[in-house]
């Protein structure tokens, strides 16, 4: 039986719904919005969160309000086939990577309701164990970069690890800097984005130094370009893929083999695609580890959650969201983060 199907006959009844916005100034300086989906029926109400980038996408949706009919009795697999006829998005999004986002949201909250409704957790119904899960910190360091956000974390919480995203002004002295934290668990070189705020141009210079300098971090999401293939040769059992994982057929598609990949539940859009790929990993030995949206509400523990009982022991990037802001407040949880299911239903802490 395929995990996917362990939760595809769950019943769930809706009765109605409604949408929640919210906001946050974040570390990568622009304001984050998403949306808490609040689907409710039969006494109960499970949650879910949508992390589409575009902040004119949430507000759209939250104007036009619960417009989709969802009401009915389902099973997270009829509901899954029901939310694929309709248009998710009153208007056309910026993007079309949001339909999957949106599609996680409306999916993630149909089971947690489902899973309340039956009076189970998440993790019973798989038959797994949540696990202590390990975390990094993603991180961006200004332009010009700086070694702060880095050193004032560190201050604060000493045993933090980090995913840092590289920019052709890293220059020799930041970068021993970084090397004598010996905090760097990963460097994301962003280079399969186009068209955002964090695209990152193919700079051969740049690789060179920042993977000679990092021997044992990972290597996410280079820029293939001939130059660039064939100065990583040597390093492919540390490259990670990330920005272009959408669907097992992704997996199947990279240039060559991965050793790891980042399985992002919002970006593989739905419960059925984010489970089968957790089963196409495990049984072709390749590695996964969690990566986060900027969720600033239920989404955020629910991808804590998924990661505690798939790949609790891999660099997930979904730490706390305490430490997206510019300056994280005293008192957040250390790596790695005891589990902390709720009684019932999909969530986190």
Not at 24 to 52: A, N
Not at 243 to 269: Q, T, Y
Request: hydrophobic residues 40%; charged residues 25%.
């Amino acid at each position: 039986m395929s995990t996917y199907d362990l939760v595809a006959d769950l019943p769930v009844r809706i009765e109605g719904y409604a949408l929640e916005g919210l906001a946050q100034s974040v570390s990568s300086d622009f304001e984050r919005k998403s949306t808490i989906i609040r689907l409710h029926g039969d006494g109960e109400e499970g949650l879910g969160e949508d992390v589409v980038y575009d902040a004119v996408d949430h507000e759209i949706a939250q104007r036009a309000g619960p417009v989709l009919a969802l009401a009915g009795d389902w099973t997270i697999r009829s509901l899954s086939e029901h939310l694929a006829t309709l248009d998710l998005f009153p208007e056309e999004p910026v993007r079309d990577v949001s339909r999957l986002y949106r599609t996680w949201a409306y999916e993630s909250a149909a089971l947690d309701l489902a899973l309340r409704q039956a009076g189970e957790p998440l993790h019973a119904v798989l038959g797994r164990e949540p696990q202590p899960l390990t975390f990094v910190v993603s991180l961006r360091l200004g332009e010009p970069p700086t070694l702060e956000p880095v050193a004032r974390r560190l201050e604060r919480y000493p045993t933090l690890r980090f995913k840092l995203d590289p920019t052709p002004s890293w220059d020799d002295e930041l970068i021993a800097g970084l090397v004598a934290t010996g905090a760097v668990d990963s460097v994301d070189f962003k280079g399969l984005y186009s068209g955002t705020i964090v695209d990152a141009p193919a700079d051969p210079a740049l690789y060179v130094r920042v993977i000679d300098a990092f021997p044992d971090a990972w290597i996410e999401d280079p820029k293939l370009t001939t130059e660039i293939d064939e100065l990583l040769v040597p390093h492919r059992d540390r490259i990670t893929w990330d920005a272009n994982i959408h669907s097992i057929a992704d997996i199947e598609g990279l240039p060559f083999a991965p050793r790891m990949v980042n399985l992002k539940p919002s970006r593989l859009g739905g419960v059925k695609p984010l489970f089968d790929a957790y089963d196409y990993t495990a049984e072709h030995g390749i590695g996964a580890y969690g990566g986060g949206q900027f969720e600033l509400g239920v989404g955020r523990g629910q991808i804590q959650y998924l990661a505690s009982i798939f790949h609790p022991d891999t660099p997930n990037d979904t730490s706390p969201s305490g430490f997206h802001v510019m300056d994280p407040p005293p008192g957040l949880p250390s790596s790695p983060l005891e589990p902390a299911p709720t009684p019932t239903g999909f969530r986190w802490g």
